[in-house]
């Protein structure tokens, strides 16, 4: 039975269709795994257990009378903390809307619903989701599953860590810097950035006031889970316009052109001198990319069409314009004035200000970086790139609201906290879809990601190529423990 809670979410559905296992066992099998093995990880966070074994239930009746099943029928799952769920308390991890029980569902938990999701818990994530590890006032700390004096990243921590602890069929996640990549990086699980504005976001209360209507900027809903296919089914089931554009507007993504390693054309990135990646990593990554050049695949090794730093020079400040919209307008008077201390220089209050004329010149810059991306994309089909300079690092929880005081351990030598930012620049930039796969432990076992990179609304490619890759090296591996 053990087994069962780390099968992926296709081959849950297909167990309750089939009736080797029900919905109602199912549930109750990953509850009881979330009561025993959750306190050493808090990961999930909030619970509708009634809620989840009538939905349960009713799954299971469905079954026995024979009716249509959707691909996640009967199949229980966890929601990040930031996206409303009907009923269940959803704080986005701030105590500013600590009690906030939504009355409806966001349109992205609808899909997953409807698909025939028992949805039984909220999981963990930073204050507002402003951080790469996972803690906050409400619900305190997120460990990581593979070594509990590090944590599993963030924003999307509690949600990787509760894939790889295996409480969980599959999870949704949200993803503006890294949110989903790094905690499917650091926890040794799959995640899937998808492209920008295939999946509905409204919903969200990551840093918005619950009701908020307007899209943030960069920031995407995605998929995580155990396997490969994970991400395939998750992206059949959330992408599609939203609401208010679904009377005449329809998505139809792109199918994959190459179906195995040997038909894909693939760049790697492996590693910069403007953000350098522990040796350990790159080794790592570098063995995955001897092992996709053994099944054939063309490969070319080189920095993509942007460099790391021009690329930071366009993403920082557009990232912290929009960090900048989280804040009370009391607390934003004060960025206000701060800046016009900050004078002509410019420095982190500034950018957290920026004039709609001065965030519009970014805009603009940041569409021809989108066409340059996308002639690199016509002779190639994938990037493969890092997703942070580091595995999974201490906990660190120092007030740093500037990224100025924290460190990252590279080859012995300290980096900035910084330093998270630019290998999970370019996708988030430039709206292109990210897989990440893991690839490999360290020599203190902590799991390591690749990120893959595809053309903007060709995730299938991205999702195609980690499930290949899986095929060739192997792909998710359970934490000791669990």
């Not at 949704?172 to 905690?183: E, F, H, K, N, Q």
């Amino acid at each position: 039975m053990t087994d069962l809670a780390f099968r992926s979410a296709r081959e849950l559905a297909a167990a309750v269709a089939a009736r080797e296992v029900s919905s109602v066992e199912l549930l109750e099998h990953y509850l009881s795994r979330a009561e025993r093995l959750d306190p050493k990880v808090n990961a999930i966070v909030a619970r509708d257990e009634e809620g989840a074994r009538a939905a349960a239930l009713a799954a299971d009746r469905a079954v026995s009378r024979g009716e249509p099943l959707g691909p996640l029928h009967g199949v229980p799952v966890t929601i990040k903390d930031a996206t409303e769920v009907a009923g269940m308390r959803t704080t986005g991890g701030s105590t500013r809307w600590g009690h906030y029980v939504p009355a409806s569902d966001a349109e992205s938990v609808t899909r997953i619903k409807n698909a025939g999701a028992i949805v039984f818990g909220k999981t963990n994530m930073p204050a507002d989701g402003r951080d790469w590890q996972t803690y906050n006032e409400i619900y305190g700390t997120t460990n990581n599953p593979w070594d509990p004096t590090r944590g599993p990243g963030g924003s999307s921590g509690g949600s990787a860590a509760a894939v790889a602890a295996g409480l969980t069929g599959l999870e949704l996640g949200g993803d503006a810097a890294g949110s989903i990549r790094v905690p499917a990086h650091f926890c040794g699980v799959y995640g899937l950035r998808t492209s920008y504005g295939i999946v509905p976001g409204r919903g969200n209360v990551a840093g918005h006031a619950p009701g908020t209507l307007a899209a943030s900027d960069m920031a995407v809903l995605g998929p995580l889970g155990r396997h490969a296919d994970d991400l395939d089914l998750g992206l059949d089931v959330l992408a599609g316009a939203d609401h208010d554009q679904a009377p005449a507007w329809r998505l139809e993504l792109p199918a994959a052109r190459p179906n195995t390693l040997r038909e894909f054309r693939v760049a790697a990135w492996l590693d910069d001198p403007f953000c350098p990646v522990d040796s350990e990593l790159v080794a790592i990554m570098r063995a995955a990319l001897e092992a996709v050049r053994a099944e054939g695949a063309v490969v070319a090794e080189g920095p993509g069409p942007i460099g790391l730093e021009e690329t930071m020079a366009l993403y920082y400040p557009l990232l912290i314009a929009q960090s900048g919209l989280m804040d009370s307008a009391e607390s934003y008077a004060g960025l206000v004035e701060l800046a016009a201390a900050e004078g002509a220089a410019g420095a982190f209050a500034s950018d957290m200000t920026i004039s709609f004329r001065g965030w519009h010149t970014l805009d603009e810059r940041r569409q021809h970086s989108r066409r340059r991306w996308a002639e690199f994309f016509r002779d190639v089909d994938v990037l493969l790139l890092p997703v942070s300079p580091t595995a999974a690092f201490p906990h660190d929880q120092r007030p740093d609201p500037s990224w100025s005081l924290r460190t990252l351990r590279v080859d012995g030598a300290e980096r900035p906290y910084r330093d998270m930012l630019p290998w999970i620049a370019p996708s988030a930039l430039n709206y292109l879809p990210a897989a990440v796969a893991p690839v490999g432990t360290t020599r203190d076992g902590l799991p390591v990601g690749i990120q893959v990179i595809a053309p903007y609304l060709h995730d299938r490619t991205a999702v195609r190529f980690v499930q290949c890759l899986a095929k060739a090296i192997g792909g998710f591996r359970r934490p000791p423990g669990f």
